[in-house]
């Protein structure tokens, strides 16, 4: 389990963001409910934001800008989101359900 919970902070865009991971591990950040809640957090809470910040080595740019181009994040795509948090849940609930039915390691 811990191997997992490794796995999925490091491809979660907390220390890579998705831009800068390899394509062929990019499946890897889709497939980790810990990047879609980053992703809904940060897109929900200053994804629509047009503040500008300063940026060393590159300039001014717009906070949504910033997002986009350096973190991969789209206000627009927050509905996706979303579903996908209500997916991960029923899969977790589901896997949950049939642990508890079906694998009882108890022994009488």
Do not use: C
């Not at 809470?45 to 047009?50: A, I, L, N, S, W």
């Not at 795509?77 to 209500?86: E, Q, R, S, T």
Request: glycine letters at 8%.
């Amino acid at each position: 389990m811990s191997f997992f919970v490794v796995l999925w902070n490091l491809f979660s865009g907390f220390l890579i963001p998705r831009p800068q991971i390899p394509i062929w591990w990019r499946w890897y950040y889709w497939a980790t409910p810990v990047a879609w809640t980053l992703y809904g957090i940060i897109t929900s809470q200053v994804g629509d934001k047009d503040s500008i910040v300063q940026i060393t080595g590159v300039g001014d740019m717009s906070l949504k800008t910033l997002l986009k181009n350096g973190f991969g994040f789209e206000h627009d795509f927050l509905p996706v989101v979303a579903a996908v948090h209500i997916a991960w849940i029923l899969l977790f609930a589901f896997v949950f359900a049939y642990g508890i039915k079906f694998l009882n390691f108890q022994r009488r």
